[in-house]
């Protein structure tokens, strides 16, 4: 299994394992104040059990944002030089068809 779909996996699995939690505890006929105790509880214990892979998550997250943002800052810079570039070459030709255009009225008499 590739890297992206194993941490895709991962994700989905606690996501899973969170829901099931939250839903399991939201809808227990217990008061309020237990309800959240034990809501809490349970995210410290999933967290403890679950540390080293939610830190791994993470950090693949982390990469993969770091990733895409370089890619689009990269794709912006030739985007943004790709149109300076047809500026300048615009700019070449206005002023080439002046020049053109200056020079046949010099010897208009």
Do not use: W
Request: charged content about 35%; proline content about 3%.
């Amino acid at each position: 299994m590739s890297k992206n779909k194993t941490f895709m996996f991962a994700m989905g699995l606690i996501a899973g394992v969170v829901g099931g939690i939250v839903a399991g505890v939201l809808y227990a006929p217990k008061p309020g104040e237990e309800s959240r105790k034990e809501l809490k509880d349970a995210a410290c214990d999933l967290y403890e059990k679950h540390a080293p892979q939610i830190a791994e998550a993470k950090k693949q997250a982390l990469e993969s944002v770091d990733l895409m943002k370089y890619k689009l800052e990269r794709q912006f810079r030739k985007l943004s030089n790709s149109v300076k570039s047809k500026k300048m070459q615009k700019a070449k030709e206005l002023e080439d068809s002046e020049t053109n255009n200056n020079n046949d009225n010099e010897f208009d008499y």
